[in-house]
Nanobody
Framework: VQVVESGGGLVQPGGSLRLLCVVSGFTLSRSAMTWYRQGPGKERELVAFIGSFGGSINYADSVKGRFTISRDNAKNTVSLQMNSLKPDDTAVYYC????????WGQGTQVTIAS
């Protein structure tokens, strides 16, 4: 079981990024998926959740209305569209499968700065 995140980078406040998580070793449709982030000096926090077939979606209050989580079970991918980015969004972003909570990728760095 493996998850690989990509799509991070350096953008200015107000900009957008789209993160991608590619999973392997299990059938994606079996598991709800989440995006977490860990900012400098902060604990890892849950950012977004999507049910196995996308019917249930939840966001942290801090990103609600700006971030959109989606999934493509046929392509084994989970995405996080991030708009109106703020400096407080600076963090390493990780995706995680609820079915495999102990499996983490290397994350992808998102830096929001002028």
């Amino acid at each position: 079981v493996q998850v690989v995140e990509s799509g991070g980078g350096l953008v200015q406040p107000g900009g957008s990024l789209r993160l991608l998580c590619v999973v392997s070793g299990f059938t994606l449709s079996r598991s709800a998926m989440t995006w977490y982030r860990q900012g400098p000096g902060k604990e890892r926090e849950l950012v977004a959740f999507i049910g196995s077939f996308g019917g249930s979606i939840n966001y942290a209050d801090s990103v609600k209305g700006r971030f959109t989580i989606s999934r493509d079970n046929a392509k084994n991918t989970v995405s996080l569209q991030m708009n109106s980015l703020k400096p407080d969004d600076t963090a390493v972003y990780y995706c995680n499968a609820r079915l495999w909570p102990g499996v983490w990728g290397q994350g992808t760095q998102v830096t929001i700065a002028s």
